[in-house]
């Protein structure tokens, strides 16, 4: 299982880049996986705790604006 830093690591790369569906698919995967330790009750950096709201918000919102456009490249 991955490390709460390598699911940051990986989550803070797909806000900051351009992303593809199959990214979106890994980062979806790294949120259940965190959400998982969380449940589990795995404990290190806190920190994380504080700011991967504020990234998983802004990862689905970049998930919503790209199915948007994909959704307007079927339709054209």
Do not use: H, W
């Not at 259940?32 to 290190?44: D, I, K, T």
């Not at 802004?58 to 604006?65: G, T, W």
């Amino acid at each position: 299982m991955e490390t709460r830093s390598e699911i940051l690591g990986l989550l803070t790369e797909l806000i900051t880049e351009d992303v593809s569906l199959e990214d979106l698919k890994s980062g979806r995967t790294a949120i259940e996986a965190y959400r998982g330790m969380l449940e589990n009750g795995s404990s290190e950096e806190e920190e994380l705790d504080d700011i991967l709201p504020d990234i998983i918000e802004e990862f689905y919102s970049k998930q919503e604006d790209l199915i948007s456009q994909e959704e307007l490249k079927v339709q054209r």
